[in-house]
């Protein structure tokens, strides 16, 4: 009977623990009190010049540290008409690279989608990445799509899931260097989506990154790392934490540098 009741204490104590750290954990809390004040800044970012890309409206996506979505917006608007000038799929992408940010990302080291283009390749030693952990199919479509992009978005709120491993996902850090959750952003070109995440991030003052990939490369840009920069290399990129260009024809690269956070090799 003695040990018997040593077992339940001992089972009790765990159960309160647990509670106790799950209590702890950042919730969206964080991240919307960050993003309220400077909501009109966020706006303004997308379709900057140095972005590269289309210039087109664009997701934005917040989950927290278990990946449950936060909110989503769409810099053009919102509701049914939204997928008539910016693209539909976008929506869910954004949360998958949000998702993918979190899921990857350590309070240690941070890794961002576009670090995954490369080592997700043939012979890359993470091929088959984006095939774990998949979306949520049974929610993703849910509920009226005037409310797409909206507080009342049906995707608020849930754990949509998702691996995305291209430009556009960012883990987010507050000033004590802890990861409260990621940002995802898709609508316009990869690298696009990567340099308008990395702008919302500082904007939202969350971008004390720990360090990443990226702290050790070679050569040394012109300016200070945080960690998580893409890296669009120049020739093949498999099983590097590189990505490819995204210029083609008329539409160009972001520029590189701090604000963007974006490293552009030269050919060799």
């Given at each position: 009977m003695k040990r018997i009741k040593k077992i339940a204490v001992n089972v009790l104590k765990a159960i309160v623990i647990s509670t106790a750290s799950q209590a702890a954990m950042a919730t969206c809390d964080e991240i919307i009190a960050a993003y309220t004040p400077v909501a009109p800044v966020v706006f303004a970012?997308?379709?900057?010049?140095?972005?590269?890309?289309?210039?087109?409206?664009?997701?934005?996506?917040?989950?927290?540290?278990?990946?449950?979505?936060?909110?989503?917006?769409?810099?053009?608007?919102?509701?049914?008409?939204?997928?008539?000038?910016?693209?539909?799929?976008?929506?869910?992408?954004?949360?998958?690279?949000?998702?993918?940010?979190?899921?990857?990302?350590?309070?240690?080291?941070?890794?961002?989608?576009?670090?995954?283009?490369?080592?997700?390749?043939?012979?890359?030693?993470?091929?088959?990445?984006?095939?774990?952990?998949?979306?949520?199919?049974?929610?993703?479509?849910?509920?009226?799509?005037?409310?797409?992009?909206?507080?009342?978005?049906?995707?608020?709120?849930?754990?949509?899931?998702?691996?995305?491993?291209?430009?556009?996902?960012?883990?987010?850090y507050n000033s004590q260097g802890i990861k409260v959750g990621a940002i995802g952003v898709s609508g316009d070109t990869s690298c696009t989506d990567h340099a308008v995440a990395w702008k919302i991030r500082h904007v939202l003052g969350m971008d004390h990154v720990p360090g990443g990939f990226v702290s050790g490369y070679t050569p040394v840009p012109s300016f200070a790392v945080l960690g998580d920069e893409m890296i669009i290399g120049s020739g093949n990129v498999a099983n590097t934490y590189k990505q490819v260009s995204c210029a083609h024809n008329k539409i160009n690269n972001p520029t590189p540098g701090a604000e963007t956070g974006v490293i552009i090799e030269l050919p060799v």
């Open positions: 970012v997308v379709g900057a010049p140095d972005n590269g890309g289309y210039g087109l409206p664009m997701w934005v996506a917040a989950v927290d540290e278990t990946g449950k979505v936060c909110g989503i917006i769409n810099t053009g608007g919102s509701g049914a008409a939204i997928g008539n000038k910016s693209w539909l799929g976008s929506r869910v992408i954004s949360i998958q690279k949000a998702t993918t940010a979190n899921a990857f990302s350590l309070d240690i080291f941070s890794i961002s989608t576009a670090n995954l283009y490369g080592l997700t390749q043939p012979g890359g030693s993470l091929f088959g990445l984006e095939h774990s952990n998949p979306v949520d199919a049974s929610i993703v479509y849910l509920g009226s799509p005037d409310t797409y992009g909206t507080g009342l978005d049906p995707l608020v709120g849930k754990r949509v899931g998702g691996i995305n491993v291209f430009g556009g996902g960012l883990g987010l």
